[in-house]
């Protein structure tokens, strides 16, 4: 049984960092793309970023300069490190893997 959750979500304020995590099981991890995805109230799902399985990385424009994804396979597990929040972040993000989604963890970025 293939599991994802994510952690590492919580409240900042407008200029903060977070790190959320990932962290999969039940499927082979390391040669699998990764991707986080957010979801604000009231708007669609969107790809944040993503990391192919030797590591390439895609950022949508919103968040590049600001987030870096990375993976560590032995511990099978994707991070989002999340500098300069803005509020506009505020959302839940999720991470997917090979047709799989997480839970999600809920980002909150106050002004």
């Known amino acids: 049984q293939v599991q994802l959750v994510e952690s590492g979500g919580g409240l900042v304020q407008a200029g903060g960092s977070l790190r959320l995590s990932c962290a999969a099981s039940?499927?082979?991890?390391?040669?699998?793309?990764m991707g986080w995805y957010r979801q604000a109230p009231g708007k669609q799902r969107e790809l944040v970023a993503s990391?192919?399985?030797?590591?390439?990385?895609n950022y949508a424009d919103s968040v590049k300069g600001r987030f870096t994804i990375s993976r560590d396979n032995a511990k099978n597990t994707v991070y989002l490190q999340m500098n300069s929040l803005k509020p506009e972040d505020t959302a839940v993000y999720y991470c997917?893997?090979?047709?799989?989604w997480g839970t999600g963890t809920s980002v909150t970025v106050s002004s």
């Open positions: 039940g499927i082979i991890f390391r040669v699998n793309s």
């Open positions: 997917k893997l090979a047709g799989y």
């Open positions: 990391i192919t399985s030797v590591g390439s990385t």
